[in-house]
């Protein structure tokens, strides 16, 4: 049997995608979600085979959820729904298992359904590395958020509001003017996700935004310590580091 969840902010679409899938003996339609945080937020209570989502949806779009999905469950097959035929044809028909425009016809659901069966015996490991590299471009361009995480609640935070990422006991912190929140992806994963966005990582336990340096104190050996908006502490320029913080200061 082939557990999958279904996200669309569209009821009526999701009602309508809920009854195809039902129609088919080997698929069980674990949950519907309208929202796709409270999807995010019980992501751990379920094991889906596959996740079937929306693009287009209010607050979060279907690619971060897409990563955060991957990110959990990697195992996880994802199917793309969306009325918008550019993003399948353009971008994902050969990286997402399958792409599915609406309106949705059984015997479209039926070919999607062959390769998620299919996909259940084949090694996921080579696939995801490729899907995550290909994709990654596209959730630069879609993601205006950091996604992070009080206790079971996911919070949504704009580049601009973060003062710095730090690597602490095995979690990376995003630290704001007001909290620290916890994020489930690591320091290397942001500093290439965050490199168009004014984000430098001055040291492998830090990557701070450009944007909230208000101070830098040269050191030695091309060492430095910044000091950032609001901040008593001072954040450390490793000596490779320093190498390119001078040359993007232009000193």
Not at 39 to 45: A, I, M, S, T, Y
Not at 87 to 95: D, H, L, S
Not at 129 to 144: G, I, V
Not at 190 to 196: C, F, G, I, P, T
Request: proline share 4%; glycine share 2%.
């Amino acid at each position: 049997m082939i557990k999958v969840i279904l996200v669309d902010d569209e009821k009526i679409a999701l009602e309508e995608l809920e009854y195809a899938l039902e129609q088919f003996d080997n698929i069980e339609v674990l949950k519907t979600f309208s929202d796709p945080l409270e999807f995010l937020k019980e992501l751990p209570n379920h094991n889906p085979d596959a996740v079937f989502l929306d693009i287009e949806m209010p607050e979060v779009n279907g690619f971060v959820v897409c990563e955060e999905v991957l990110a959990q469950r990697p195992d996880t097959v994802i199917i793309f729904v969306t009325a918008y035929d550019e993003y399948a044809i353009k971008a994902f028909e050969a990286n997402a298992l399958d792409y599915v425009l609406k309106p949705v016809t059984q015997k479209r659901l039926e070919q999607t359904v062959d390769k998620i069966a299919g996909r259940k015996h084949e090694n996921r490991e080579n696939m995801l590395a490729s899907d995550l590299s290909q994709f990654d471009r596209y959730l630069k361009m879609n993601m205006n958020k950091i996604l992070v995480w009080e206790n079971e609640e996911i919070i949504l935070l704009k580049p601009s509001a973060v003062l710095y990422l730090k690597a602490h006991d095995g979690n990376v912190v995003v630290v704001t003017e007001q909290k620290e929140y916890k994020t489930r992806n690591t320091l290397n994963y942001w500093e290439q996700r965050l490199a168009d966005s004014g984000f430098f990582r001055c040291h492998k336990a830090f990557l701070i935004n450009m944007d909230k340096v208000e101070k830098i104190t040269p050191m030695f050996n091309n060492t430095f310590l910044l000091r950032l908006t609001n901040r008593r502490e001072d954040i450390p320029v490793s000596r490779n580091a320093g190498k390119k913080l001078k040359k993007i200061l232009g000193i």
